[in-house]
């Protein structure tokens, strides 16, 4: 009977924590977006707005608890990567994490726009229930002013997602598909952040293509709880994962 050897790799403590993090950005970024403020904003509303942040101020405060959480947690995934990929290209992967956390300050700048948004939502509603329109426009500019500058802060992101895709098909560190989702995760962020800051009327053409993103990073991070980064042919560093040699 012949022996051979294959390679079944278990992600090293780094690359757990790392697509663990991964996974709590997702979850914290969706929960803020979507059940908060999703829940909350009402398109070119001001009233509207206002009266539901003023009945919901704790719903409202936890959405901002969570992009802090997030930003967090950003930062975790930003130094995790920069570990897990310097091997492959150093300066590249130095790009990468300081794009992530170009991102990451200037989102944590933007959520001064939501504690204003709450601050003039309160203001706004009278104790007789009565709404102030003034200050309830202050509180949809503020909370428009956020979603630009959340835009923003996702075009330095994207860029991010480009060079990390460029680091994981150079390494051979992930299955094709992935690394060119990573590719085509960073062109949708940039196409969708430009067009929300430069031709707002394209954004909903764009939105659709967002599930990609979704799709690519939530794949992306399972991998590096439960499988971690393939170590490139001829590395010297140290392991990514830990090979467990089994004879068949």
Not at 96 to 122: D, E, M
Not at 195 to 210: K, N, Q, R, T
Request: net charge neutral; with cysteine.
């Amino acid at each position: 009977m012949n022996t051979v050897t294959t390679t079944h790799t278990k992600p090293s403590k780094l690359a757990r924590r790392t697509g663990l993090a991964y996974l709590g950005i997702i979850a914290t970024g969706v929960f803020a977006e979507f059940a908060v403020r999703g829940s909350l904003i009402v398109d070119d509303d001001p009233v509207a707005t206002a009266q539901n942040i003023a009945d919901s101020p704790g719903l409202f405060g936890v959405g901002i608890g969570a992009d802090v959480v997030m930003i967090g947690l950003d930062v975790t995934v930003a130094f995790g990567l920069l570990g897990l990929l310097r091997h492959v290209n150093r300066r590249w992967a130095i790009s990468a994490a300081v794009l992530r956390l170009i991102q990451g300050a200037i989102i944590a700048v933007n959520l001064l726009n939501l504690v204003t948004a709450l601050g003039s939502s309160r203001d706004a509603v009278g104790a007789d229930g009565t709404i102030a329109t003034g200050a309830a426009q202050d509180a949809l500019d503020a909370v428009e002013r956020h979603a630009l500058g959340y835009d923003i802060g996702l075009i330095a992101f994207a860029f991010s997602c480009l060079v990390l895709a460029r680091l994981l098909s150079t390494g051979d560190l992930v299955p094709r598909w992935l690394s060119w989702g990573m590719a085509a995760t960073g062109l949708v962020y940039l196409a969708g952040s430009s067009a929300a800051v430069f031709a707002p009327d394209a954004s909903s053409v764009i939105e659709p293509l967002y599930v990609v993103p979704l799709v690519v990073e939530l794949a992306f991070a399972i991998r590096l709880v439960t499988r971690g980064l393939d170590r490139p042919a001829g590395a010297t560093s140290g392991p990514i994962g830990r090979p467990d040699p089994v004879a068949v």
